[in-house]
């Protein structure tokens, strides 16, 4: 009877034909292509070529405020795609669609750089130039890369560029807010002063998840900002 109802029947076990997806398309590409396909070979590693120069791409607006061994646009990538990971799936999104946007939404720049349209220190071009050349750069990295591969980033990029499905809207906010949790840090360990980066993001989060982390962020640097006026203040009344 125990063995019986271990190996009960489940209908949900039952195998169901690949989908379309355009993962179930990338692994039905690999297992057809040769494995000694020199023209692979030579893509496969031209892309990796330029994703690792994100490593090298300085995120532009800290560099601007002075901060000390600023990230890159890789470091800031990796955490968005973490904190999607981390963030599970709220309101019925989908994480692991959120990971591959985060992961590809700053590709373009590994051509054009972290070009800023906002704050006190913009570069010398229109959001909608911008714009234009991260696509271009974006369409060519997946012309070269090629396949499902490729169709996939570019459709990733372009879902995250209009930012009209849950899980785009929801890596809008995210993009955002790893940029002000990161102001927080620097202004933490640095002892400095980012405020330009409150006020571009400040009343710009959308979903409700968002608004809540994000005046969070915003109480904890009021409290340390009024530590440190009171600071002084401390000090003098103890004769020091």
């Not at 704050?119 to 911008?130: A, F, L, M, V």
């Not at 990733?156 to 993009?175: P, V, Y």
Request: with cysteine.
């Amino acid at each position: 009877a125990k063995m019986a109802q271990v190996f009960r029947f489940r209908p949900s076990l039952i195998l169901h034909p690949p989908s379309s997806s355009p993962c179930t398309r990338h692994r039905a590409a690999m297992a057809a292509a040769p494995a000694g396909d020199p023209a692979r070979v030579a893509r496969i590693l031209e892309f990796m070529r330029i994703v690792g120069k994100l490593k090298e791409v300085k995120r532009t607006g800290w560099v601007r405020s002075g901060v000390k061994d600023a990230e890159s646009v890789s470091d800031h990538m990796y955490r968005m795609a973490m904190m999607g990971f981390a963030m599970g799936s709220p309101d019925g999104v989908d994480s692991g669609k959120c990971i591959k946007m985060a992961l590809v939404h700053d590709l373009g720049e590994s051509i054009i750089g972290d070009l800023v349209v906002e704050g006190n220190q913009q570069d010398k071009i229109t959001r909608e130039e911008k714009q234009r050349k991260e696509r271009q750069a974006v369409h060519d990295i997946c012309a070269g890369i090629g396949g499902p591969t490729g169709e996939e980033i570019r459709d990733l990029w372009e879902e995250f560029e209009a930012g009209e499905t849950a899980e785009a809207r929801h890596l809008k906010d995210l993009d955002k807010f790893e940029m002000v949790l990161q102001a927080s840090d620097y202004e933490e360990s640095q002892s400095m002063e980012l405020s330009d980066f409150y006020r571009t993001t400040e009343g710009k989060f959308a979903t409700p998840l968002f608004q809540q982390l994000d005046a969070e962020i915003r109480l904890r640097r009021t409290r340390r900002q009024e530590e440190a006026a009171a600071a002084p203040a401390a000090k003098r009344a103890k004769g020091e």
